[in-house]
């Protein structure tokens, strides 16, 4: 059986306290549809998280963070770990995000700790991937793909404790999507590839599509077989479109 699908929200570096009203929306909004298809996350910027999952707290709405450092606690000047996100209530985590992959220099070592850390607190980690734009163009999008995968799964990864989010990043906020055919044949590959890692178990990881996901592509994309979701940046700060995406998968 597929997995049930996730549709993630990253709001990135976006939200101030007045963006609680667009949460409140949000639960409104998937309170009101039929829920038994689809879960769904929001993942704000640290600053939101605890207000955030008060707020959605006994909704239908999952709380996440976008990063998080390997260590528990420490002197790490800035840092937040995963055991403070579990703390306030985030029950996700967003690790390699191709936006720290660039900006911070992480590397797929990191992100496996990273990764680890967040499932060791019981939470779920969502593993971000995908290829540049020269790498897809040079046809190394599955060979940068599954080296990314490789290198930042931690052992000890499960279906229930890991998603993999596939986003090229000449898509995020570009407005450009691949063709549903590679956006297929780059999912069936990591599906191949979650098997190849976790046995059987790999059929059960939610394999989510990010970049320029909207309401007016989200029901072609999120009908592709091996697409269990999706990871939605820029459409999902307004309640209204993140709910039409989330329909779509509903
Ligand atoms: P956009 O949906 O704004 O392209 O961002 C995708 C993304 O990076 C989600 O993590």
Sequence with gaps: MAPRPLIAGNW??????????????????????????REVLVCPPFTLLQAFAKRAAGSAVGIGAQDCHPNLSGAHTGDISA?????V???SIIVGHSERRTDH???????????????????????????????????QAWS???????KSLPSGSTASNTVI?????????????????????MHDDLRTAMVGHLGDDGNSVRLLYGGSMKPGNATEILAVTNV??????????????FLAIISAAS
């Excluded at 055991?83 to 703390?87: E, F, N, T």
């Excluded at 991937?129 to 790498?135: C, K």
């Excluded at 940068?144 to 490789?150: A, G, I, R």
């Excluded at 269990?228 to 479109?241: C, F, M, Q, R, T």
């Design 144 to 150: 940068v793909v599954s080296d990314q995968v490789s």
């Design 105 to 139: 220099g992480e590397s797929s070592d990191l992100v496996k700790q990273k990764a680890k850390a967040a499932q060791d607190e019981g939470l779920t980690a969502i593993i971000c991937v995908g290829e540049t734009e020269a790498e897809r163009d040079a046809g």
């Design 89 to 91: 209530g985030g029950t």
């Design 165 to 185: 989010a596939y986003e090229p990043v000449w898509a995020i906020g570009t407005g450009r999507t691949p063709t549903i055919d590679d956006i297929a044949a």
């Design 83 to 87: 055991q403070m996100i579990k703390d």
């Design 228 to 241: 269990n979701g999706g990871l939605v940046g820029g459409a999902s700060l307004k309640a209204e479109d």
């Design 12 to 37: 990135k570096m976006n939200g101030l306290l007045a963006s609680e009203q667009e949460l409140q929306k949000l639960i409104g909004g998937v309170a009101a549809s039929d829920g038994s298809q």
